[in-house]
């Protein structure tokens, strides 16, 4: 169950990110910090996901499976490998 909460709040804080002032200034912090972990991470990998023919996203956790950077955006998701810092989301 926790899973299915991490991926509803990562996909949803990722949309508010696209709006002016709808996230805090810690959670763009800790989603920056955790998505240039991730863009170095041979785990990620080019995932093409589409509904209805509109491309939902482009990347993947090889280890997790969750989409690229929305799990960046989950504040208590954890990095499979460990490669996030425990501070980060705390």
Request: charge should be positive.
């Amino acid at each position: 169950m926790a899973n299915l909460k991490n991926i509803a709040e990562g996909w949803v804080n990722f949309i508010k990110s696209s709006q002016p002032d709808r996230l805090s200034e810690e959670m763009k912090i800790m989603a920056e910090k955790r998505a240039n972990i991730c863009k170095t991470c041979p785990s990620l990998l080019f995932s093409e996901f589409t509904i209805m023919g509109k491309n939902i996203f482009k990347y993947k956790c090889k280890e997790c499976g969750c989409a690229f950077p929305m799990m960046t955006y989950a504040k208590l998701k954890k990095c499979p490998k460990g490669k996030w810092p425990d501070d980060i989301g705390t």
